[in-house]
Each structure stands twice: as structure tokens, then as C-alpha cells.
């Protein structure tokens, strides 16, 4: 029997794990490594060190069978015209890595290109200058509130006319088809949801010594406006005399993240009930939502919410807002919804689920993320994406 051929592709993109921030893109990164079953991935990711004495390129190569990682950091530059600078460098880093694939005869057959808009731009002056077709996935929430419409005409007009251009275009939610389809992107636009680590979802929690002790968890960057954490300690503080044996745990980081602490300080007066447990890899996500009682999503703005399908992989209830993505998948079986912003919607529902006056089944919950959000299935839409782009 022939072995079904393997489609070289190139998946430029504007986020990704890095070793600043472990939980950027980890969404690209997962989808990336389920198409990596039937394609084999390059992976091209390039940023701005952070530490001013960078003076070198640093190159990090990550590879397993199917998949390779090229995770390029350029030195920083503080200067006046330190953006075009940066252009220039991650222009470098570009090169550098286009030149390591020819020499490797690993030239692509298709390029993937992640988040708008420069991904998208390399794509396309790619596929111009090789002759190799290309096609857009787009997440970003700036579609869904008004940030979009807030760019230069020439941002939004490179926008549409390149995505429109491409040879396959996927989002993440119909909620942000329907925003996109607003902005001026045309059809089709394929849905393709997040998916989990069925793997790590699996591990069964440690066995630590019963505690009485309830644990609510946030997953999310520190990023006030957007995730709304701040709601979560208003309401917790609240419902914290009601319940005392409970805590609330962190994760994540951000530009809100000292602003959180000290209101957090204030409202809990040195009590250690609400903890910052700061950034952490995805392998260390999983193992705080197989530990939590229940995660709370208290976005303005999701066009998915990844988190939340994760802590159903591991058979957590969810809070979460009806901010666009989470709607799509979240039922009375699996979590409770509440409007944006409705601080007394979040205290029901907080209590709802520390007195447990309604029942969730952790074995059902599981099994409701593992069908909807598996590598199988992504892997199976990406491939149909694929087969059409490279057609055409």
C-alpha cells in the first residue's frame, strides 16, 4: 500500500511560545504539531530579545519527526527608529531561516501564516517571489472590538486585500467569521476550534492528603481591559465570608499584573486566599486545572478561550462570559454562562458552584472536550484547507 504523501509547509507566525512567555500561542503551537500528522511543520517564530545586551542572533532549533521549530531572537534596539530596525532584523531572521531550509532541501510546498499582519505579508511576497501558495488563520479579538477599525486604512486595506488574496483562510469561531466577514474579509472562512492535550488532560492529579479547601482557578494574561480579572477579586472578596475555605490561584502574567496584586492586597488585607502563581508552560497549566474545583473565564473579549476547553479535557466546570467564543461550546451540562461585566451573574455563579447546587459530571465533561477539540479532528479540517490551496 503507497504511503499518502507528505506536503512540506511553512507556518509563519506572530505568536508563539517563547522563553519569555511560555503561554504565548500555545493555541498555534497545538494545531501546528496536529497538522504535523499528515504535513510536515516548519515552524518560523522571531522577536525582539528582551534583554538590552543581546547582541547576537540566537537561533533555537527544536525538532521531532514531522515537526520542526526555528525560534529566532534578534537583538533589541531602544533607539528612535527602533521599529524599523526591528523590521529589518526579523527580515534577517527570515533569511537566516530560508537559507537553512534550501540547504536542507526542506523548501516549502505551502506557507501557513498565522495572525495578521506581518506573517501574512512575508506569506505573500513568498508566494510571489517561489510561486508557492499560501493561506491565513487568523484568532486575534481586535476584530470583535473595534481595534480593528481603529488601524490606518493602508493596516486594514494590507489586511483584507492579502488574507483575501490567499489560497485558504481558517478562524477560530463563527463569532469571529461573522466579525471578520464585517471587516471586509470575504468567504470562505473556514472554522477550525482550538484544540487540547488529550495527553496531558489524561494524567491523573497527584494524591495529595484530602483538603476541604475549594479551589477556584483564572488562566489568563494580566491584561485588565480584556480578561477583566480585576471582576474576579471584586466578586471573590465578596463570597469569600461565605465561603472562606476556598482560594483563588493566578496563572499567568502581564501589564496589569502589579495593579492586581496591590487590589488584591487591599481587598484580602495580607490574607494569603487569592495567589499569583505567575507564568508557567502549558504542561504546568494542566496540572493547576487538574487540581482546580472550577475555572473562571471573565473576558470582555474571546474570540475562543482555549482555557476553557482545556479545563473541560479535565473534567472542570467552567464560568465564563458570553464574550463570543465561549457560547459556541459551553452548555448547562459542561459550565454556566453570564452576561460581560455582571459582577452579581459572577457571584451566583461562584456560589452555584461552591455549594454544588448544580451537578456537573467530570466523566461527561471530559468526554464532551475530547470530541469537540481533539488533534484528530483539526488535523482532518487543516488537511481538506491544505489539499484545496495546493489545488488551486
Given amino acids: 500500500m503507497l504511503q499518502e504523501k507528505r506536503n512540506k509547509v511553512l507556518l509563519l507566525t506572530k505568536w508563539y511560545p ?22 510536515d511543520i516548519t515552524v518560523f517564530y522571531a522577536q525582539a530579545a528582551q534583554e538590552n545586551s543581546h547582541s547576537t542572533y540566537e537561533i533555537v532549533v527544536n525538532r521531532t519527526p514531522g515537526f520542526t521549530e526555528y525560534i529566532v ?15 529589518f532584523r526579523y527580515w534577517k531572521s527570515w533569511k537566516k531561516i530560508w537559507n537553512l531550509l534550501i540547504q536542507e532541501k526542506n523548501k516549502p510546498e505551502l506557507i501557513h501564516a498565522y495572525i495578521l499582519l506581518r506573517p501574512v505579508l512575508l506569506a505573500w511576497w513568498i508566494s510571489i517571489r517561489e510561486n508557492i501558495p499560501y493561506v491565513v488563520s487568523e484568532q486575534w479579538s481586535g ?35 461573522r466579525n471578520m466577514l464585517k471587516s471586509g474579509f470575504n468567504e470562505p472562512l473556514t472554522v477550525i476550534p482550538n484544540i ?65 496584586k496591590e487590589l488584591a492586597g ?3 488585607a495580607g490574607r494569603r486566599v487569592v495567589l499569583f502563581e505567575g507564568l508557567k508552560s502549558n504542561s504546568e497549566v494542566y496540572s493547576f486545572l487538574r487540581e482546580c474545583d472550577f475555572l473562571i473565564v471573565n473576558s470582555r473579549f474571546e474570540t475562543f478561550s482555549l482555557i476553557c476547553a482545556e479545563a ?33 451573574k459572577l457571584i451566583e455563579a ?43
Fill in 312 to 344: 473541560m479535557s479535565c473534567g472542570k466546570p467552567v464560568i465564563a462570559t458570553k464574550c463570543g467564543g465561549p457560547e459556541e461550546f459551553i452548555t448547562e451540562q459542561t459550565g454556566i454562562l453570564i452576561p460581560v461585566n455582571d459582577e452579581i
Fill in 18 to 39: 517563547n522563553k519569555y512567555d511560555p503561554q504565548l500561542g500555545v493555541f498555534i503551537q497545538k494545531q501546528a504539531k496536529a497538522i504535523s500528522q499528515h504535513s
Fill in 143 to 177: 476584530y470583535t472590538n473595534g481595534r480593528f477599525q481603529k488601524k490606518s486604512w493602508i493596516v486594514r486595506k494590507l489586511s483584507t486585500l492579502l488574507a483575501n488574496r490567499a489560497n485558504g483562510r481558517t478562524v477560530v469561531s463563527q463569532f469571529l467569521k
Fill in 266 to 268: 487591599k481587598l484580602f
Fill in 73 to 87: 531572537y534578534y537583538p533589541k534596539n531602544t533607539m528612535f527608529f527602533s521599529p524599523l530596525v526591528h523590521a
Fill in 350 to 392: 461562584m456560589r452555584n458552584m461552591l455549594n454544588q447546587s448544580i451537578q456537573f459530571q467530570s466523566e461527561f465533561i471530559k468526554a464532551y472536550a475530547i470530541d469537540h477539540f481533539s488533534e484528530e479532528k483539526a488535523s482532518f479540517l487543516f488537511k481538506n484547507v491544505y489539499a484545496a490551496a495546493i489545488e488551486k
Fill in 196 to 260: 487540547i492535550d488529550s495527553h496531558a488532560a489524561g494524567i491523573a492529579p497527584a494524591k495529595n492528603l484530602p483538603s476541604l479547601m475549594k479551589k477556584i482557578l483564572v488562566v489568563a494574561d494580566l491584561v485588565d481591559d480584556i480578561k477583566n480579572i480585576s471582576g474576579v477579586l471584586l466578586a471573590f472578596q465578596k463570597i469569600h465570608g461565605e465561603f472562606p475555605n476556598t482560594e483563588l490561584r493566578i496563572v499567568g502574567g502581564g501589564r496589569d499584573e502589579a495593579m492586581l
